[in-house]
């Protein structure tokens, strides 16, 4: 098995070995992904791993980060002599990215790992959607109010989870929500080395190529038209577009991100020119490309703002297409290691998160079901003048959408180069309440 990974990976997928595979930077995060979508794609329910999965997960990922203890740096390093004194001389370590973020990584992994080991005997379980509920059972995912559900009505082969009647008992509540604390927090530890990795990477030529030669044709007459004015309001020009699906939200950030780097672009190439000037006209060259690289620069920061509002809104967006080109074109394989384990690893604790919070929504809604079946309804008339007690009847059974997701659809195997849609970056639900 360990001769067979390592083949794919040498040959970078090509298994006809005619040298049209992909690089190995791509290889390596399209294994790590793949790997992943094997273990924890299947992830529907809040219990411990499968001892094989476990243990393909621990050992696969071992054989894909070896290879990061051959990425290294020399730094100096004193040595004693035989006969006293000391002598410098160069060490090799490994490299400072890999050398922060992969323990961290790990770190984050083993905690991902030991919080689904911790539910075992819990008071909740699973039954599968298609089991017809019977009118008891229907009232806890009828009744209305309430945050809405986590899952959405298309992902029909998610189970669905049960309490008892009368709701979870508060020690297992409070076990619960501790873990989702912890879980987010290793979300946000993960969403941060991902970022990072990915602003370090290389903006490839293949992406730079279909830009547009001004920002102004990425961003279209309107956009330009309010970063360009003399009050400029990120809230109010996002409540002016069209931010009504994801698909448009995430063609809005692309197109923002397009004109930031066009303005950037032009801002650096303005600085050579400046030596060129000849000394007749060096004052009026000089003046004219100042307001040029001081225009180019205020209309970066505007879009840099109102992209970073964007973000704040919509903090469950894609990747966008610059991060998707940064992955498929990078070709430095340490960074690729981090990039493609810091996402496996948001991915993991958002999916966790989105579990949890299914219990607790079928918890609340059983816990308000119960307390409105205990209140007396009453009718106005009766026998004897009493008056006639009568339940209130349930809903039917229904989901409600919501803006989380999980970020594991149904699974499917990478393959190189990476199809459009890539792995969803998700974060904390939390800032979306």
Not at 23 to 33: D, F, H, K, Q
Request: aromatic share 8%; glycine share 6%; with cysteine.
């Amino acid at each position: 098995m360990m001769k067979e990974r390592f083949a794919k990976l040498l040959l970078g997928e090509d298994m006809s070995g005619g040298g049209k595979g992909v690089c190995t930077a791509l290889a390596i995060s399209n294994a790590i992904t793949n790997l992943s979508a094997t273990v924890f794609g299947e992830l529907w329910r809040l219990e411990p791993l499968a001892p094989q999965k476990k243990t393909m997960w621990c050992r696969e990922m071992e054989w894909l980060l070896s290879v990061s203890d051959s990425i290294v740096e020399p730094v100096p390093s004193m040595l004693p002599f035989p006969g006293g004194g000391t002598y410098e001389v160069m060490a090799t370590r490994p490299r400072s990215d890999l050398y922060m973020n992969l323990p961290a990584l790990k770190k984050l992994d083993a905690m991902l790992i030991s919080s689904l080991d911790g539910f075992q005997d819990t008071e909740f379980w699973y039954v599968d959607r298609g089991i017809v509920l019977d009118e008891s059972e229907k009232c806890s995912s009828g009744v209305s109010g309430g945050r809405p559900s986590i899952r959405q009505e298309e992902k029909w082969w998610l189970p669905y989870p049960k309490v008892p009647p009368k709701g979870l008992s508060d020690d297992m509540r409070k076990r619960l929500q501790q873990c989702r604390d912890c879980t987010n927090q290793i979300l946000k530890a993960a969403l941060a080395i991902n970022s990072n990795v990915l602003a370090e990477m290389e903006i490839p030529d293949a992406y730079l190529e279909t830009l547009p030669k001004n920002g102004r044709d990425c961003l279209g007459d309107t956009i330009y038209r309010y970063i360009t004015a003399d009050q400029f309001s990120p809230g109010c020009l996002l409540d002016c577009l069209d931010l009504s699906s994801e698909h448009h939200t995430l063609n809005v950030v692309n197109r923002i991100e397009a004109a930031v780097l066009v303005w950037k672009l032009k801002e650096r190439k303005k600085v050579p020119k400046r030596k060129k000037a000849k000394c007749k006209t060096w004052g009026g060259k000089m003046k004219g490309l100042v307001v040029d690289c001081e225009k180019n620069q205020f209309l970066a920061q505007q879009a840099e703002t109102l992209l970073h509002s964007l973000r704040i809104r919509f903090p469950s967006l894609p990747q966008t297409a610059l991060d998707m080109n940064k992955i498929q074109y990078n070709k430095d394989v340490g960074q690729s290691i981090l990039e493609s384990y810091s996402r496996v690893m948001e991915s993991l604790s958002f999916n966790i998160m989105a579990r949890i919070d299914d219990v607790l929504y079928v918890d609340d809604a059983t816990k308000r079901c119960a307390a409105a079946e205990s209140l007396s309804i009453f009718n106005r008339g009766g026998m004897n003048g009493l008056p006639i007690q009568k339940k209130i009847s349930p809903s039917p059974f229904s989901f409600q959408h919501t803006p989380y997701a999980s970020p594991f659809a149904t699974p499917t195997s990478c393959s190189s180069p990476p199809l459009a849609s890539s792995p969803r970056r998700s974060v904390s639900p939390l800032t979306q309440e």
